[in-house]
């Protein structure tokens, strides 16, 4: 693991940049840059770490970003517009921050001349409604014109295209990732898995939009975590894109609704509604590549991952 590192995370009070700042802190120095418009951070156990330097900052603002990533080693951009519904609600902010925002990270650490690893957040939506066993040399599917739900797709794609663009162009050492379903403890925002489970824990309407015969594979954070860690410190991944997934998590939404009911012995009632927008059929990874090149492999199912992600909503409540 690394030593001595001076890393910055955009979006540093998110649920996942929290999970890598626990296993970071202890031997690194953390800059954590975010808006707090969702916040993990601030009730975490690394909260107050000496370790631990928090920039309340907007990556729209170039100047302020460049002034705060100066002297420093490796750059996780983490921060951008995620969730259906905000994404619905807003869908100019979503094009904004996640292009223009990641057009000023990687311009920022250009600027700063980043040496070890620019890592940067894509989304395994850029593979369209119907992604089985995708690959990362798979066509990108970016939707019909008009539809918000590829609104963040098409916004994910484009800082894709231009992180490589950097790589290729001015050497800086781009990684991209591209997550699939990634959940667990201190997660907020929109995500069904924690919806799901805070809901079972109440033994509350559990509320499925569409016919929920959508399928997807989860993948636990610490796992998600652990991919994330090895694209930062492996030399061979730098100029690559992974998927970071678990594809032995492949369960449909129903399935999944019913399984958090099953592992946590609730009395939620499952509910449809209609479909917020045009839903992603199918949503499974190959993960050959991360095994391959990083030596990745998740560990957490499914039913594990829904105790351990209880457990932190219990002691939060």
């Known amino acids: ?7 910055f995370i955009t ?7 929290n999970t890598l700042i626990k296993n970071y802190i202890g031997e690194n120095q953390i800059i954590a840059y975010d808006n707090f418009h969702r916040d993990t951070l601030s009730t975490s156990d690394v909260a107050n770490h000496k370790n631990l330097r928090v920039v309340k900052g907007d990556v729209l603002d170039l100047e302020d970003l460049t002034s705060a990533m100066k002297d420093v080693d490796i750059v996780i951009h983490a921060a951008g517009i995620a969730g259906i519904d905000t994404v619905i609600k807003d869908p100019v902010r979503t094009m904004r921050v996640n292009m223009m925002g990641t057009a000023n990270a990687l311009e920022a650490a250009k600027i700063n001349k980043i040496a070890d690893r620019f890592i940067d957040f894509s989304t395994s939506e850029i593979f369209g409604s ?4 995708s690959s990362e040399t798979d066509t990108a599917v970016s939707g019909s014109v008009g539809e918000a739900r590829w609104v963040y ?13 950097y790589y290729k162009q001015y050497n800086l050492p781009v990684v991209t990732v591209r997550p699939f379903n990634v959940y ?10 924690q919806i799901f489970i805070k809901r079972a824990l109440k033994n509350e309407d559990i509320f499925i939009y569409g016919d929920g015969t959508a399928i997807r594979a989860w993948c636990y954070v610490d796992d998600f975590v652990d991919c994330l860690m090895r694209c930062v410190e492996n030399p061979k991944a730098i100029g690559e894109s992974f998927n970071l997934g678990n594809a032995r998590t492949v ?13 946590l012995k609730s009395s939620s009632r499952i509910i449809f509604k209609d479909a917020l927008s045009a839903d992603i059929e199918m949503r499974i990874p190959s993960v050959s590549k991360a095994k391959d090149i990083l030596g990745f492999e998740a560990k957490v199912d ?3 991952g829904i105790e351990r992600t209880a457990e932190y909503f219990k002691k939060i409540s």
């Open 1 to 7: 693991m690394i030593q001595g590192k001076t890393i």
């Open 11 to 17: 979006g540093g009070a998110g649920f996942i940049a």
């Open 130 to 133: 119907h992604a089985f066993k």
């Open 153 to 165: 797709a098409v916004s994910k794609l484009a800082g894709e295209h231009l992180a490589h663009s």
């Open 184 to 193: 667990g403890p201190g997660q907020t925002g929109e995500g069904a898995l």
């Open 251 to 263: 369960i449909t939404t129903l399935g999944l609704a019913q399984a958090v009911c099953r592992v």
């Open 302 to 304: 499914l039913d594990e």
